[in-house]
């Protein structure tokens, strides 16, 4: 597990993310407003996902990641969007994407607005692992 704070050109503030090597498509899990990257603890710790890379981070003015210098532009989905595609530019094409709470539209945006491939998406923080079980992630 590695836990790095990667600067997003042009944003002007630095995202913090926790990552994990591993062998299959990267799991990306996103918190939701007013939580921060270590709400996935126990997924990261999980023996059902040990094969899965693993990519969190803290959504700008969260956690250890940086306000924003330009809340206006910054605080939007769009702007959280960015941040996020940003931070992730050097992942492969294709994610899974696990979001709570009110991220669900990020993912969307983070879709639309990089070269990311979300293949599969989940927003109802209870069904996690029943959706890592019955579906396979593959």
Wanted: proline share 3%; net charge positive; hydrophobic share 40%.
């Amino acid at each position: 597990k590695t836990s790095m704070s990667v600067a997003t050109k042009g944003s002007g503030h630095k995202i913090a993310l926790t990552a994990r090597d591993g062998n299959r498509i990267p799991i990306v899990f996103l918190h939701g407003n007013g939580f921060g990257k270590e709400v996935f603890a126990n997924q990261f710790n999980s023996e059902i996902l040990r094969d899965h890379a693993m990519i969190t981070l803290d959504l700008p003015g969260h956690g250890q990641s940086d306000d924003a210098s330009d809340p206006k532009n910054t605080y939007t989905y769009q702007g959280m969007a960015r941040a996020i595609s940003k931070a992730l530019q050097s992942q492969p094409d294709a994610i899974h994407m696990i979001f709570l709470g009110n991220t669900d539209f990020l993912a969307l945006d983070v879709a639309g607005q990089s070269r990311l491939k979300i293949r599969h998406s989940q927003f109802r923080a209870g069904a996690v692992f029943r959706i890592i079980a019955s579906h396979g992630f593959h």
